[in-house]
């Protein structure tokens, strides 16, 4: 009945390599690919990235936005998101940031989010997480394969050429990176899409990167911005511990309403739920019972390497009728 979303799901493919190989493999294509990335570990200017998204697959149409990050280094850097009157502005400092937003961060923007970080390499993303799968061959060019162990699977493949991630992919979901161009250290993809069953599609473009001289001023701390724990080494997600189903609300039973909702979720360094939030919603009766239940979850919370951490997750509650 619910699904907490953290974007990992089903994927089998690839021929098994032996285990030394395979580490070697991975260890060679993470660290190539973080080296050429241009949003890496230092720039050798900082510099100003300037791209428009269009969110399709909405009821109402589709969504065009902006975002904007200026980079300074891993440690230093600010983004301005803005699509449909939703603004949200994030300032990096080191082991924390800010966020200001006038409103809960719908899905799709969260899905936006996702498709740039996905580009790079995270340090979340660890080598004994993944097996080396062999070569593919993508829009026509040879790439190399990795994929996550265990139940769960993501596939990365690596341009031969490169070194960049030029997709990821996962059970219903697949990103794609094209149009590699300078930026920063390396290279950015000045082309991104994604496309997920039941999710919006996301077209993003690049249109243009520029250098910038960076004030202090921008990096301040904003006085009404949430603060949060950045993880800079190996990241847990939460694990739901007590998740009981919220109750289908009489009303809609009887009326033969049903659907999926989504939620956003704080989990604290506790494994308490302590704020709850609605962005696709089904209606009152079913947001109301969706958050009374959800306030009652508990989880083992999100941890950087072994420290609890407070983190924020999506919620997908399925309503269905039997």
């Not at 589709?62 to 803005?82: A, C, F, Q, Y």
């Not at 966020?99 to 790079?120: H, I």
Request: charged share 25%; proline share 5%; net charge neutral.
């Amino acid at each position: 009945m619910r699904r907490l979303l953290l974007l990992l799901s089903l994927l089998t493919c690839g021929t098994a390599f032996p285990d030394d190989s395979s580490k070697a493999e991975v260890h060679s294509l993470f660290e190539r690919a973080r080296a050429v990335n241009g949003i890496g570990e230092d720039a050798t200017k900082p510099f100003q990235l300037t791209a428009s998204f269009t969110i399709n697959g909405l009821a109402h149409g589709p969504l065009k936005g902006t975002l904007v990050r200026i980079w300074v280094n891993k440690h230093r850097w600010r983004e301005e998101v803005s699509v449909a009157g939703f603004r949200q502005l994030t300032i990096h400092g080191e082991g924390r940031f800010w966020r200001e937003r006038n409103e809960l961060t719908p899905n799709a923007v969260r899905l936006v989010g996702e498709l740039f970080k996905g580009a790079g390499i995270s340090q979340s993303e660890t080598l004994s997480d993944f097996d080396f799968k062999g070569g593919a061959e993508i829009d026509g060019k040879l790439a190399k394969c990795v994929e996550t162990k265990g139940a769960f699977k993501e596939k990365i493949c690596f341009d031969n050429q490169s070194g960049l991630v030029v997709r990821r992919q996962t059970y219903g979901s697949k990103s794609e990176y094209s149009n590699f161009q300078p930026a920063g250290q390396g290279s950015l993809p000045w082309n991104m899409k994604s496309s997920t069953d039941n999710q919006p599609g996301i077209e993003l473009a690049i249109e243009k990167i520029e250098g910038v001289e960076p004030t202090d001023a921008l990096f301040a701390p904003l006085p009404q911005a949430e603060e949060w724990p950045v993880c800079d080494g190996k990241l847990d997600h939460p694990e739901a511990t007590y998740e009981p189903d919220p109750a289908f609300p009489q009303k809609a039973r009887q009326q033969r309403q049903q659907g999926t909702m989504l939620m956003v979720i704080t989990v604290d360094e506790k494994g308490n739920v302590s704020n709850t939030g609605v962005t696709d919603s089904l209606g009152t009766q079913f947001d109301e019972e969706a958050i009374k239940t959800v306030k009652t979850w508990r989880f083992r919370p999100a941890r950087c390497d072994g420290k609890p951490i407070k983190t924020e997750a999506a919620v997908e509650i399925n309503f269905h009728l039997q």
